[in-house]
């Protein structure tokens, strides 16, 4: 990533602080530049050190992932978190230029679970990180692809 991009995505998120304190701009939409720092990291180890600590494996977040997939630029995920008090999910692909895909808040009473389609570069590992009741706790399933995708 770019200098220039790192600078403009640290910028954005001061002037929406600043906007959302002054009531310019609603909390929700100052909150979801959060999760930008995440999307700034290009290795794993980077975006997990922007969600926060090291997270630890647990059952009780389940990552389904097919074992191969034939088109990288459409890998099903499904992540179910059965941790009490589950406030956000986080899915990041290891090998890919930019690792955290995908980022969800869930308000008390929601039932945490997300199904998408990601894009992977190359054979990886599938991260999923669940943070419930101010901890983080993660599960990972290495995925096979046949065919690449995100540019290169």
């Keep these: 990533m770019s200098p220039d991009r790192r600078q403009a995505l640290k910028t954005t998120s001061s002037v929406l602080a600043m906007l959302a304190t002054h009531g310019v701009v609603g909390w929700p939409q100052a909150l979801a530049a959060d999760a930008?720092?995440?999307?700034?990291?290009?290795?794993?180890d980077g975006a997990l050190a922007a969600l926060g600590s090291r997270?630890?494996?647990?059952?009780?977040?389940q990552l389904t992932a097919l074992d191969i997939v034939e088109d990288?630029?459409?890998?099903?995920?499904r992540v179910v978190s059965l941790l009490p008090g589950t406030t956000e999910i986080h899915l990041l692909v290891e090998k890919n230029?930019?690792?955290?895909?995908?980022?969800?808040?869930?308000?008390?009473?929601?039932?945490?679970?997300?199904?998408?389609r990601v894009k992977m570069a190359e054979s990886s590992r599938v991260v999923a990180v669940?943070?419930?009741?101010?901890?983080?706790y993660m599960a990972s399933k290495q995925t096979a692809v046949t065919v690449g995708s995100c540019g290169g």
């Design 36 to 44: 930008r720092a995440g999307f700034a990291a290009d290795t794993l």
């Design 55 to 61: 997270p630890a494996t647990s059952g009780q977040v």
């Design 72 to 77: 990288g630029s459409v890998a099903p995920v």
């Design 97 to 116: 230029p930019v690792p955290l895909s995908a980022s969800f808040r869930f308000p008390a009473g929601t039932l945490p679970d997300i199904q998408l």
């Design 130 to 136: 669940v943070r419930a009741d101010g901890k983080l």
